[in-house]
């Protein structure tokens, strides 16, 4: 900034000429758009952390080689009543299993859909708050206090849209900006002093849909667009729980039908349900449980369709093969993910500490001006005071 001096006469001493900005339009496009992809990639590790814990915690591949196990056991001693309860609670508990795991990953999404819900009002109240802005820079002069507060104003504004979205900001002449969403396609949300409002919507699938304006596009960056992406891998979650409830079912009715249980009538469902949420246990009784091939009498112990219903739930395609191959896959996403994050943070970090050189305060530097001018101060304190003396000196010669 500059100092003005007023006249000698009008005992005002000094006053401030014009303020201004320490700015570089670089610098901070370098720390919005550093911001912007690491909550992207904060947004998404941490919803597909949450959603590998729901299903990690939940046990089903540990259910399912337990129930594998028990059946197992049971071929051994086929007529064992103990053997053959251990068995049907083993499918009790794989069918629980698979009903936790649907309910906890329902849950992990519906927490990032309302955090998405909640941090678009604060999108739409950003954008109206820079239309604002533009409006208030048009009549406000150059260097002076006020407009400094609106620039600064308007930079804040400008980070906290990154972190939600990508943006492209258009700074004018005048110091107003005009802001797009970067997308596909990339949309306006703030031209001039008039602001759009961004919309979203929430499919059958659990997935985000974004509109502004009534124009729909998909977020290219910020929190958002990690948010969607992890909404699309749950919805891809839950769609593979579903296909391996699915193929347990199908596999342990098939063979319940092929088979004959202990008082040698045919074998009734072992299991009921169109998918992970709704699955259960539905067979009334142990005995129930067809080891045998159709056909057999009561009482044999020929284990022949307990040997097969075995080898299809361990199959390279069976339920088992399946559930592993799907947490083996969620976990390495969300190891990469985190890699990603933790890069990202690091070039967001260096970015924020070059925006803090460029227009921060460096408190050790304001410490050591300050003891320079308390120096200063003091010799010229001295200076004065020897002049002083010097005059009454002379005085007092007369």
Known sequence: GSIGINAADSLGGVRPGVIERAESALVQRQARDASSALAAAEAEFSAMRDAESAIENSGVFTGLVD??????????????????????????????????????????????????????????????????????LVGTREGTAGRAALLDARDKALRGLAEQFAITPTINANGTVDVTLNGAPPV???????????????????????????????????AMAGRAAALSQMADLQNGLDTLAVSLITIANSAQANGVGTDGTPGQPLFAGTGAADLVMVLGSADRLATAPAGSPAGSRDT????????????????????????????????????????????????????LRETGVDLDDEAANLVRLQQAFEANSRVIQVAADLFDTILALR
């Not at 919507?201 to 849909?209: R, Y």
């Not at 996403?333 to 925006?355: F, I, M, N, P």
């Open 188 to 222: 306006a949300l703030v031209t001039g002093g008039v602001a759009d409002s961004v919309a979203i919507s929430i499919a059958a699938d659990g997935t985000l849909a974004f509109a502004v304006g009534g124009i729909s596009f998909a977020p290219g960056g910020g």
């Open 304 to 355: 022949g369709n307990l040997a097969a219903l075995i080898g299809a739930l361990g199959a390279a395609t069976g339920p088992s093969a399946g559930a592993d191959a799907l947490l083996l896959n969620l976990s390495s996403r969300v190891a990469a993910l985190e890699t990603r994050r933790d890069g990202l943070g690091v070039v967001a970090a260096s970015a924020e500490a070059e925006l």
């Open 67 to 136: 129930f594998e196990a028990a059946l197992t056991r049971l071929e051994a001693n086929p007529l064992e009543p103990a053997l053959r309860v251990s068995a049907l609670e083993s499918a009790r508990q794989v069918a629980s299993n698979f009903a936790v795991a649907s309910a906890t990953l329902v849950n992990a999404r519906s927490l990032v859909q309302g955090e998405a819900s909640a941090e678009v009002l604060t999108v739409n109240e950003l954008a109206t708050e820079l239309a604002e802005i533009n409006r208030d």
